[in-house]
């Protein structure tokens, strides 16, 4: 079993910054990808950024030059910094990872998901 540990949501004001963390731990060989989704209430979850174990990142195109997402693979770490946060950033982030386990099986893991609110 993995494990996914959120922290680093809360409540900012337009234009601030915040920078969630997501660490995996358990019985982990491999960590293919890590990536954050959020879902906005009424909304369906959607995919924010992704990291690759390659070193590739991808986007949406709402958040590009705005979020960062990087991996500690030391640390089966990933992190997403937020800059110029916007109301419409308000959602529940979710961490989500793609993992070998150390039984050579391929399984996704979620975390419990944090809250990001931009308001002023």
């Known amino acids: 079993q993995v494990q996914l540990v959120e922290s680093g949501g809360g409540l900012v004001q337009p234009g601030g910054s915040l920078r969630l963390s997501c660490a995996a731990s358990?019985?982990?060989?491999?960590?293919?990808?890590m990536a954050w989704y959020r879902q906005a209430p009424g909304k369906q979850r959607e995919l924010v950024a992704t990291?690759?174990?390659?070193?590739?990142?991808n986007y949406r195109d709402s958040v590009k030059d705005r979020f960062t997402i990087s991996r500690d693979n030391t640390k089966n770490t990933v992190y997403l910094l937020m800059n110029t946060l916007r109301p419409e950033d308000t959602a529940v982030y979710y961490c989500?990872?793609?993992?070998?386990?150390?039984?050579?099986?391929?399984?996704?893991?979620w975390g419990q998901g944090t809250q990001v609110t931009v308001s002023s």
């Open positions: 989500y990872a793609d993992v070998v386990t150390t039984d050579r099986r391929n399984y996704n893991y």
């Open positions: 358990g019985s982990i060989a491999v960590i293919v990808a």
């Open positions: 990291a690759f174990s390659s070193g590739r990142t």
